[in-house]
């Protein structure tokens, strides 16, 4: 188990060192920036779509570790997403992160998300992981601002 999480650590490590899609989208058709008081962090997403199905997301802004990684993640994970699909993902990796049950998850299938579980057992830096994924939403949902508080 301690192997799975070095390896674990070192996704969060790398993505903070070099996420992917970080900076400003151009063109976009949503943005929002989310702010987690708790820690800090703040972010934005920028989201174009094209119909329903997210084209390209960038992410710009200060934080932890944990949140840039997971911004990071994030990007990767919901590209190519729409409708349903899209919202279902957000919903399933914020009840994954903050579930009081243990989330039965299969890492292979989750890839990189798995990484994020790590979180769980430091419950101050659950909001940490959640930001982005707030942000997206709110940024979907043309609310321009979201804070974890
Ligand atoms: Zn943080």
Not at 75 to 91: F, P, Q, R, V, Y
Request: glycine share 6%.
């Amino acid at each position: 188990m301690d192997n799975l999480e070095d390896l674990y650590q070192e996704i969060i490590l790398s993505h903070n060192k070099r996420p992917r899609n970080e900076g400003e989208l151009t063109p976009h058709n949503h943005e929002a920036e989310g702010y987690n008081p708790l820690c800090g962090d703040r972010l934005k997403i920028y989201v174009q779509q094209d119909g329903p199905k997210v084209e390209a997301v960038k992410f710009t802004g200060e934080g932890c570790a944990i949140s840039r990684a997971s911004a990071s993640i994030m990007t990767e994970a919901i590209k190519g997403l729409s409708g349903a699909e899209l919202e279902a993902k957000i919903h399933e990796v914020v009840e994954m992160l903050t579930a009081k049950e243990e989330p039965e998850v299969d890492p292979f299938e989750i890839g990189e998300l798995a990484a994020l579980l790590g979180v769980r057992k430091f419950p101050a830096r659950v909001k940490c992981a959640t930001l982005a994924w707030h942000t997206l939403e709110a940024a979907l949902k043309n609310e321009n601002r979201v804070s974890t508080e």
